[in-house]
């Protein structure tokens, strides 16, 4: 029997941890890595974008995934003032991430979550409860560790995402001849 499994990728806290470790994702290729786990029902990709993000450099990835097998989940980004005066961009997806993960959660066997984020914790121990094996994919070889030590210990699997680094890695790009 193969197990029934959904990716849950927090956008943009996987693109600080992969750039704290010096790698891009091929995100065909993360497709193809987890697709080795089982069947993969749902692949999650959830992230914030700004109202002048129409021409920004993530578009062209959003469009990409869009298209290539992933459930793409944008979040308008909300600015507020941090009380001295700068203006901060609120860029939590874990709403959206905890309600599809308990919406999906009985129709998967395991659910691979890509974040370190330890607001993530209460949404995993739910999950877990309806059966679900829940692997947490971050890393604690960053400095400093980008995984919150109680969303770790909520789950049932810690992977270290440097680990992951040969079989999921963007080639660098070719350079163009002079």
Known sequence: MTDRIA?????????????????????????????????IVRAYFYTVVRDDDE??????????????????????????????????????????IAVDALEIA???????LFSGDGDLRAVVEAVRRLGVRV???SSIRTKPPMVADELRRQADVFLELDTL???????PHPIAPE
């Open 7 to 39: 990716l849950f990728i927090d956008g943009a806290n996987l693109h600080a941890t992969v750039k704290s470790l010096g790698f891009e994702v091929d995100f065909r290729r993360l497709l193809a890595e987890f697709g080795k786990h089982g069947q």
């Open 55 to 96: 021409f920004s450099s993530i578009r062209p990835l959003v469009d990409w995934l869009d298209y290539n097998g992933y459930a793409v989940r944008t979040k308008p980004a909300k600015e507020h003032n941090d009380g001295e005066g700068r203006r901060k961009i609120k860029r939590n997806v874990g709403v959206e």
């Open 106 to 112: 009985r129709r998967i066997d395991q659910a691979f």
């Open 135 to 137: 692997t947490v994919v």
């Open 165 to 171: 680094r040969a079989s999921i890695e963007r080639p």
